[in-house]
């Protein structure tokens, strides 16, 4: 993903679904931001998407790259997105229902209406 100011490349994101640790990402997620870094020639930013809070614990930890550098990536875990929101919100903010019901639904009836699932889900 690559943030637009007035039609300029100004930062790159790479996005990372994790949903379970993995002892190999430490040595690659830093490989992945300088690689496209190297491409934009811009900043670039490594965001973290885990699905439980024990794993974004995990990838939010500092990375040693060595010669005293390190490496933090951002990290966003279900307490980063907001429970839920009624149908109203989810219909002006369709994204942030997504994610919300992606953090959040586990065990939801998918078939039912976005805010109904939420209220059954408390």
Do not use: C
């Amino acid at each position: 993903m690559v943030s637009l100011l007035d039609g300029e490349r100004v930062h790159g994101i790479v996005i990372e679904v994790q949903l379970s640790p993995d002892e190999r990402k430490p040595y690659v997620w830093p490989s992945y931001v300088a690689n496209l870094r190297a491409r934009l020639e811009r900043p670039v930013s490594l965001l973290v998407v885990a699905g439980d809070e024990a794993t974004a614990r995990w990838a939010a930890r500092r990375i040693d790259l060595g010669g005293g550098n390190s490496f933090v990536p951002l990290v966003l875990g279900p307490s980063g997105v907001p429970e839920g929101t009624e149908d109203s919100r989810a219909r002006q903010d369709p994204d942030l229902a997504v994610l919300s019901t992606i953090a959040h639904g586990q065990g939801v009836d998918t078939a039912r209406p976005y805010a109904s699932q939420l209220q059954r889900s408390k």
